[in-house]
């Protein structure tokens, strides 16, 4: 997405911005501003676990890959849907697997795979975080 997802409208930026303005210039001291902890979004994101899910799928289900800009390849835009599209194959397999084969190694296998991608994911996590090691 590139960061283009839930940002403020410019309306409510605009009329923020004003209003702090407004009170700067009639105050005597620098002021600190205030949080704006519910603004207007101008669009939902999607859901951290299913933004999870989509680069996980980008990278084959072995390890999250993100969607870089490559000139003269696929776009963003259709790698991402092709990622999407490929999750419930991926759930569907699973399903017939544990359908056709045992359970207890279709179990083991699965949580082979969980525990492989899970250090993965947690590294992906902190790496989209933006608060610092002491919090």
Known sequence: ?????????????????????AEASSASEPMDAELDASPAL???????????????????FIKPRTFPFTPGGRSVGQRFIRAVLRIPIFIAAWAIALTQLP????????????????????????QFQNVPEDD
């Open 1 to 21: 997405m590139g960061g283009a997802t839930e940002r403020p409208t410019a309306a409510h930026v605009f009329e923020n911005l004003s209003g702090a303005l």
């Open 103 to 126: 359970t207890l190694w279709v179990g083991l296998a699965f949580l082979a795979w969980a525990a492989w991608l899970t250090p993965k994911i947690r590294f992906i996590n902190k």
């Open 42 to 60: 101008d669009s939902r994101g999607i859901p951290w676990p299913l933004f999870v899910s989509v680069l996980v799928a980008n990278g084959w």
